[in-house]
């Protein structure tokens, strides 16, 4: 069974790049079904959908934050990572990463525990 | 596309019935999964395409409906039900959730 663990710092100064990696254990990020995304929660709100990586590097993002994300894959550690740059309080968040199947309707079937990064002087 | 849930709380006891309410702001088929959290758990995927329970999940768990109304029951809860339950909706990008159900004890 894929298990997915989230990392990186759980506090980020306001300007500055929030970096997060997901190490995917049980199962190849290079399964052609899945899609492998990011997905954020602030304090009581609603999960926000970042974006998805396919392994091939092909990359989807949520327009609302298009112009600040970047999502890599690294397939050879069977890892990908978020980077969100010029982060506000905003962007205090439990953050998520996910396995999305594009054979069943795009649903995420695996999710990481999730980090809480807080954005914060 | 909106999602809007409904109640955003309610609490019941072992072996009630409970209904959570979804609602899509345009029609999305039955492209809609719904998933269970747990305090400081990963969400579950519980349900998908508005119907189809995963592999694992215990029968008392159904999801009917379809464009733009859903909904989720649980016919007799059990202790560990008592959870945040919440629906996604994956017809169009980017995909969006509702805010969330918490079912607790009453």
């Known amino acids: 069974q894929v298990q997915l663990q989230e990392s990186g710092p759980g506090l980020v100064k306001p300007s500055q790049t929030l970096s997060l990696t997901c190490t995917v254990s049980g199962g190849a990020l290079n399964s052609g079904d899945y899609y492998w995304s990011w997905v954020r929660q602030p304090p009581g709100k609603a999960l926000e959908w970042i974006g998805y990586?396919?392994?091939?590097?092909?990359?989807y993002y949520n327009p609302s934050l298009k112009s600040r994300v970047i999502i890599s894959v690294d397939t050879s550690n069977n890892r990908f990572s978020l980077k969100l740059s010029s982060v506000t309080a905003a962007d205090t968040a439990a953050y998520y990463c996910?396995?999305?199947?594009?054979?069943?309707?795009?649903?995420?079937?695996?999710w990481g525990q999730g980090t809480l990064v807080t954005v914060s002087s | 596309i909106q999602m809007t849930q409904s109640p955003s709380a309610l609490s019941a006891s072992v072996g009630d019935s409970v209904t959570i309410t979804c609602r899509a702001s345009?029609?999305?088929?039955?492209?809609l999964n719904w998933y269970q959290q747990k305090p400081g758990k990963a969400p579950k995927l519980l349900i998908n395409?508005?119907?189809s329970l995963q592999s694992g999940v215990p029968s008392r768990f159904s999801g009917s409906g379809s464009e733009t109304e859903f909904t989720l029951t649980i016919s007799s809860l059990h202790p560990e039900d008592f959870a945040t339950y919440f629906c996604q909706q994956s017809y169009s990008s980017p995909p969006t959730f509702g805010l969330g159900t918490k079912v607790d004890i009453k």
């Open positions: 990586i396919y392994y091939s590097g092909s990359t």
């Open positions: 395409g508005a119907f």
């Open positions: 996910a396995r999305v199947d594009g054979a069943s309707q795009l649903s995420f079937d695996s």
């Open positions: 345009q029609n999305i088929n039955r492209y």
